[in-house]
């Protein structure tokens, strides 16, 4: 689907940055389909397989990766949701909320998949609401500390050191200030346990808040 009235973000799909190459599409490309194919036993899915198939066709050809490619940037600084209540932030409070939803959601993707759970620029940028122009000192930050690491496919992954830094509380941002996620966002499994602070009150942000 490349109308932006039903957006759907093939890059997302073949979990694949928009820096891709030819290359790298169609290896992941087989890659996804052989583990979605409806043949196979163990981890088939038709649903899965015709969106990696059509996503496939759409990033290989090039004159539909371009008007694709239209709709993925026009689409990418649309939403500020994270800055809607409190416009007055200073600089330093925002980021530090940016770091914060960034892990959140990293750590979240991957818990549901230890070896190669990320999420690409795009994802984050709807998650949190934030345009791609906010998220470029935050992302560079967080991989500079070592918190955040870019898997083989392009995608953001957290690292055990980012991992910590939640567990201690390092990224934490009172509660109030964060916007809650909606329930089918949120991993079934609650995503962690709750860490403690330095008077024993209860912060369980891994995952069941975010942005």
Not at 143 to 162: C, F, N, P, Q
Request: net charge negative; no cysteine.
């Amino acid at each position: 689907m490349e109308n932006a009235s039903e957006f759907v973000n093939h890059y997302e799909t073949l979990q694949l940055s928009q820096n891709a190459d030819g290359e790298t599409i169609e290896r992941v490309y087989r890659l996804l389909a052989k583990r979605y194919h409806p043949d196979n036993k163990v981890s088939g899915d038709e649903t899965r397989f015709r969106a990696v198939r059509e996503a496939y066709e759409v990033l290989a050809d090039p004159e539909r990766r371009a008007r694709f490619d239209v709709h993925y940037d026009e689409r990418s600084g649309t939403h500020w949701r994270i800055f809607e209540q409190e416009a007055a932030l200073t600089d330093q409070a925002r980021d530090q909320r940016i770091f914060h939803g960034v892990l959140s959601l990293l750590y979240a993707a991957r818990r549901r998949d230890p070896e190669d759970g990320g999420l690409g620029s795009l994802h984050l940028e709807e998650m949190l609401g934030v345009p791609r122009e906010h998220l470029e000192f935050p992302i560079w930050y967080l991989k500079r500390r070592g918190y955040v690491e870019t898997l083989t496919s392009g995608m953001y992954a957290i690292t055990v050191d980012g991992i910590d830094s939640l567990h201690d509380d390092e990224m934490g941002v009172p509660d109030n200030r964060l916007l809650r996620r909606s329930d089918d966002e949120v991993p079934a499994d609650g995503a962690g346990a709750p860490s403690q602070n330095g008077d024993g009150a209860s912060h369980d942000r891994m995952a069941g808040h975010a942005i």
